[in-house]
């Protein structure tokens, strides 16, 4: 089957950077989106980041300008680079994909386990 690995994520003070990692592996064809998303306790689960498959990305209005999304499609792998993190980052970070596991074009979202990111004032 699928499985999406993130890494990358730990515990940072108000100011500081991370770089969340996102790796799909398994019985992959072809990969389309890939996205960020993020949960805070008590909160919904909202996208963070998404990057089409051709490239181009877009960003939620909260980490816009202090949030990169990249993928390196050889390595089948999304990549979060956070700065500037504030307390209100605090949150598990899901990585996310719509993959084809044939070359029937049909593709599922996969998720990840999350990785928990937290940012001290």
């Known amino acids: 089957q699928v499985q999406l690995e993130e890494s990358g994520g730990g515990s940072v003070q108000a100011g500081g950077s991370l770089r969340l990692s996102c790796a799909a592996s398994?019985?992959?064809?072809?990969?389309?989106?890939m996205g960020w998303y993020r949960q805070a306790p008590g909160k919904q689960r909202e996208l963070v980041a998404f990057i089409a498959g051709g490239g181009s990305a877009n960003y939620a209005d909260s980490v816009n300008g202090r949030c990169t999304i990249s993928r390196d499609n050889a390595k089948n792998t999304v990549y979060l680079q956070m700065n500037s993190l504030k307390p209100e980052d605090t949150a598990v970070y899901y990585c996310?994909?719509?993959?084809?596991?044939?070359?029937?074009?049909?593709?599922?979202?996969?998720w990840g386990q999350g990785t928990q990111v937290t940012v001290s004032s």
């Open positions: 398994g019985r992959i064809f072809s990969i389309n989106g």
């Open positions: 996310n994909a719509g993959i084809s596991t044939s070359s029937s074009g049909t593709y599922r979202p996969f």
